[in-house]
């Protein structure tokens, strides 16, 4: 079946720009996360959501960073006003059940973002 | 804090050898850790959980809680598993995963 997918792959902005990061998870997974990837660096998290609600948002890293899950499904990551140290590989994971550290995550292929 | 480290960015070995990729955590629970592998243009994804004791593509990993460590091991390394490995930390409650910096592992023919 298909696996998470992100769009875009790739996206370059300036700086100050506002952006959009959409990930379309794994059919039926209940939970979603974001990670952000910085070069050299392992993924940071950024966000959960378990449903519609996010449950732990603690890894925004600012208020220009927002992410929404309107049904259930597709999240938007949203980020205003773009800095260059935005720049980095935007991870999307979905996993079928709330204690899903057990399970693992299924990640997606990520969206480059260049902010110039 | 809860922190995970991977001391070597760059792990160069020969096909047949050994291999070690070192992961050392700090949590004050009881830990449940991963072991992600990334091959090149592919995406992030599971090799093994140490609650499985699992042994995925030949590798191993134990987890040894007096020394905090997670290791990530096999006897004969092939060029297939040349990628970029992360251990990561299942922070608990907050359902999350803390990853280390990773290794990249080559293996030469």
């Known amino acids: 079946g298909a696996g998470v997918s992100q769009t875009p792959s790739n996206k370059v902005t300036e700086k100050g720009k506002y952006v959009e990061l959409r990930c379309d998870p794994i059919s039926g997974h209940t939970a979603l996360y974001w990670y952000r990837q910085s070069l050299g660096q392992g993924p940071e998290f950024l966000i959960y959501?378990?449903?519609?609600?996010?449950?732990?948002d603690s890894g925004l890293p600012n208020d220009r960073f927002f992410a929404v899950r309107p049904e259930g499904s597709v999240s938007t990551l949203k980020i205003q006003r773009t800095e260059r140290g935005d720049s980095a590989v935007y991870l999307c994971?979905?996993?079928?059940?709330?204690?899903?550290?057990?399970?693992?995550?299924?990640f997606g292929p990520g969206t480059r973002l260049t902010v110039l | 804090a809860q922190r995970v480290t991977q001391p070597e960015k760059l792990l160069s070995v020969f096909k047949g050898a050994p291999v070690e990729l070192k992961c050392n955590y700090s949590?004050?629970?009881?830990?449940?850790l991963f072991w992600y592998v990334q091959y090149s243009r592919q995406r992030l994804q599971l090799l093994l959980r140490h609650i499985s004791r699992e042994s995925i593509k030949g590798f191993t990993a134990d987890l040894n809680k007096g020394e905090t460590s997670f290791h990530l091991k096999k006897p004969f390394a092939q060029e297939e598993d040349s990628a970029m490995y992360y251990c990561?930390?299942?922070?608990?409650?907050?359902?999350?995963?803390?990853f280390g910096a990773g290794t990249r592992l080559a293996v030469h023919p």
């Open positions: 959501f378990q449903g519609t609600g996010a449950a732990d």
């Open positions: 994971a979905s996993s079928p059940m709330e204690a899903s550290g057990r399970v693992g995550k299924f």
């Open positions: 949590y004050s629970g009881s830990p449940e």
């Open positions: 990561a930390l299942f922070s608990g409650g907050y359902n999350k995963l803390i």
